[in-house]
């Protein structure tokens, strides 16, 4: 019985049908969580830099218009996050006039949340939020 079970075992250690399929499925897991990595880190940049685009046309936009109104500077700071599929639900945007040494300056910051929406993660990994700030000085 003995020799029948180690015959057996001698087998089925020397048998190499299936070991492609074995390392294949080693492999797999990491390679497809880098490629997912890669494609989430694409999404979060192309949305901040948009984010920011958005900051910076609507700071620009004030610095010329010193009589534009808030609503005015959301619209633009709207329009660039919605052209890449974001919600408008998930930004916050604040304007503030300041003034420093008798120069008006006009800061515009915009804060938002990256939903991931990626299942069994905790929510703190799937809301990413990123700030953007920018100031310029107001022409009188």
């Given at each position: ?6 015959g057996y075992l001698n087998r089925f250690a020397r048998n190499e049908e ?123």
């Open positions: 019985m003995r020799r029948r079970l180690q299936g070991a492609t399929a074995v390392e294949f499925a080693m492999v797999s897991v990491a390679f497809l969580t880098f490629i997912i990595g890669i494609y989430a880190a694409g999404i979060y940049f192309l949305t901040w830099n948009r984010l920011q685009q958005g900051v910076e046309n609507a700071a620009r936009y004030a610095a010329v218009h010193a009589d534009a109104t808030t609503t005015e500077l959301e619209d633009i700071i709207i329009n660039d996050i919605e052209s890449i599929g974001g919600v408008e639900d998930n930004l916050e945007i604040a304007v503030a006039d300041s003034a420093v040494n008798g120069i008006s300056f006009r800061e515009v910051t915009a804060t938002y949340v990256l939903n991931w929406n990626l299942p069994f993660m905790p929510t703190s990994i799937n809301e990413m939020s990123m700030q953007v700030t920018s100031r310029t000085p107001v022409t009188n």
